[in-house]
């Protein structure tokens, strides 16, 4: 009369819970021990729990529910039957042609699957994961590959090596010139104790990670004074001389240039043209089409952006930059902007109108005032979207 409850309901709904922030491998290990401690009846109950909660409507839900069959496929080979057995698969199916499945769950559903196949490949009894996998590839959805992730850290070490010690280089050759030309203007100098100078030291290759940009960091002390002095090490070679010394050249004459490398300028907005899971705190979510805010660059592959109101760092070639706005498209966004608030209004009434319908006696096609605000608001939703596109959620809300 009643059905025996299934042991796996409650560890695979705690190990799939959607308030979660991270994955919980202690319970994903914990049913993994069940499922090999078991029979294969275990392994079915196990799959069953785990479909309930893939046909849940939260996307967290579904992405942990994948993990942990992920798990149970690397970690118990007695469940790789009921994978690849017609239920399952089907359920796998639903989900991916589901057209409210979050495009995230239905990717990380593809890429399994896709993993899967190449596990199972070699046992003829679990080729219907294969099939099931390409019957999806070729009619519903591509399987794309997705860029390498970089790593998240500054330029390589050695190549910043090469560039502070460029730059030290011409630092002590306009110092050196400077010298020479302040020993031609001085009366009563020799030439030959120019070459007691000494050069002046680069920057220690240990200091280059926390260094600042070059050209703080490598600034020539010519740089930070008003008027033109030789450099420290030559001040003290001729001390009866000082009082004697003509005027100084102006000091654009003999101050080093600058020879930091130029910083490129990251965009104002990018698009995503990959989706992208985060995998550590800190990064930001998106999908394929996003149009991302840029705030800074953190990294010299990775920027920090805003999406939605959600703040984070993401890989540069996950996205692709938009054009910069021009004063004229901002007065055209701002002129189309007053547009779109001076018609606030009829957004208003409209919610009105429909608040005081009554479906059971008023016949919503006949009323021809509600039909004009309808059309009037239909017709303000591209202009909507894309100032939210454009502005973000801040300059919205």
């Known amino acids: 009369m009643f059905r025996a409850q299934n042991p796996f309901d409650d560890v695979v709904a705690k190990a799939t819970d959607e308030h979660l922030t991270s994955e919980n491998w202690q319970l994903?290990?914990?049913?993994?021990?069940?499922?090999?401690?078991?029979?294969?009846?275990?392994?079915?109950?196990?799959?069953?729990?785990?479909?309930?909660?893939?046909?849940?409507r939260s996307a967290n839900v579904q992405l942990y529910a994948l993990t942990l069959t992920d798990s149970l496929s690397t970690n118990c080979d007695k469940i790789h039957?009921?994978?690849?057995?017609?239920?399952?698969?089907?359920t796998i199916t639903r989900l991916v042609t589901n057209r409210h499945t979050h495009h995230i769950v239905k990717q990380r559903a593809l890429k399994l699957l896709r993993?899967?196949?190449?596990?199972?490949?070699?046992d003829d009894t679990l080729g219907l994961v294969q099939e099931t996998m390409h019957e999806l590839k070729g009619e519903y959805y591509e399987i794309d590959d997705e860029p390498v992730k970089p790593a998240a850290k500054q330029a390589d070490d050695d190549?910043?090596?090469?560039?502070?010690?460029?730059?030290?280089?011409?630092?002590?050759?306009?110092?050196?010139?400077?010298?020479?030309?302040?020993?031609?203007?001085?009366s009563n100098v020799s030439a030959p104790t120019m070459s007691t100078a000494a050069p002046v030291p680069a920057t220690p290759a240990s200091d280059i990670k926390s260094a600042q940009p070059p050209q703080q960091a490598y600034a020539p002390p010519q740089q930070q004074q008003q008027t033109y002095a030789p450099p420290p090490q030559q001040t003290n070679v001729f001390p009866t001389h000082a009082h004697t010394q003509p005027q100084q050249p102006a000091p654009q004459q003999y101050a080093p240039q600058q020879y930091a490398p130029p910083?490129?300028?990251?965009?104002?907005?990018?698009?995503?043209?990959?989706d992208f899971v985060p995998t550590e705190r800190g990064e930001l979510a998106f999908s394929r089409g996003d149009v991302i805010r840029v705030l800074a660059s953190v990294y010299e592959h990775w920027w920090r952006g805003?999406?939605?109101?959600?703040?984070?760092?993401?890989?540069?070639?996950?996205?692709?930059?938009?054009?910069?706005?021009?004063p004229e498209q901002v007065e055209q966004e701002i002129a189309m902007e007053n547009t779109v608030l001076a018609q606030a209004g009829d957004i208003d009434r409209l919610l009105v109108r429909l608040r005081q319908i009554d479906p059971t006696r008023d016949n919503v096609t006949d009323d021809d005032e509600l039909q004009?605000?309808?059309?009037?608001?239909?017709?303000?939703?591209?202009?909507?979207?894309?100032?939210?596109?454009?502005?973000?959620?801040?300059?919205?809300?």
């Open 372 to 397: 004009e605000l309808y059309q009037k608001t239909l017709h303000m939703r591209p202009q909507l979207i894309r100032l939210i596109e454009r502005r973000g959620p801040s300059s919205t809300g």
């Open 306 to 326: 805003e999406l939605r109101g959600m703040v984070g760092i993401f890989p540069v070639n996950y996205v692709e930059p938009l054009p910069d706005i021009t």
């Open 159 to 186: 190549e910043e090596l090469k560039r502070v010690l460029e730059i030290s280089r011409k630092e002590q050759e306009a110092a050196e010139r400077a010298a020479a030309a302040a020993a031609a203007a001085t």
């Open 115 to 122: 993993e899967w196949a190449n596990a199972y490949k070699s």
């Open 263 to 274: 910083q490129p300028r990251q965009p104002t907005y990018v698009r995503a043209h990959y």
């Open 28 to 56: 994903n290990m914990q049913v993994c021990d069940m499922v090999v401690a078991g029979d294969d009846a275990t392994a079915r109950q196990c799959i069953s729990a785990i479909q309930k909660r893939l046909l849940h």
């Open 81 to 90: 039957a009921e994978i690849a057995s017609r239920a399952f698969m089907q």
